[in-house]
């Protein structure tokens, strides 16, 4: 079992930043992909931004690209998404979730642990 704790979210105007932490319970976290996916009221879960488990490669949704960076430090047992520029509908729920030596894809169906997600409100 992993259980994974996000935290960092909150209230934020347009244009500002908030930084999303992840924090896993294994120390085998090195072996595993993580993504960040989203919940928007009345819209299903939607995958963010999901780095593999080397750290070595990521991947982002259009919407964020240039706005969001996803990282991890092992050392830690944590993943970060740091949100720039962000805009109203970034509002949402942020979840973390873990894969097995994943990649960091962007299909939900292949990760084997979710956190209970962290709101985010974007104010205009």
């Known amino acids: 079992q992993v259980q994974l704790v996000e935290s960092g979210g909150g209230l934020a105007q347009a244009g500002g930043s908030l930084r999303l932490s992840c924090a896993a319970s294994?120390?085998?976290?090195?072996?595993?992909?993580m993504g960040w996916f989203r919940q928007a009221p009345g819209k299903e879960r939607a995958f963010v931004a999901g780095?593999?488990?080397?750290?070595?490669?990521?991947d982002y949704t259009d919407s964020v690209k240039g706005r969001f960076t996803i990282s991890r430090d092992n050392a830690k047992n944590t993943v970060y998404l740091q949100m720039n520029s962000l805009k109203p509908e970034d509002t949402a729920v942020y979840y973390c979730?873990?894969?097995?030596?994943?990649?960091?894809?962007?299909?939900?169906?292949?990760?084997?642990?979710w956190g209970q997600g962290t709101q985010v409100t974007v104010s205009s």
């Open positions: 780095i593999n488990f080397a750290g070595t490669s990521t």
């Open positions: 979730a873990a894969e097995w030596r994943g990649r960091g894809g962007s299909s939900s169906q292949r990760y084997d642990y």
């Open positions: 294994r120390r085998s976290f090195s072996n595993y992909g």
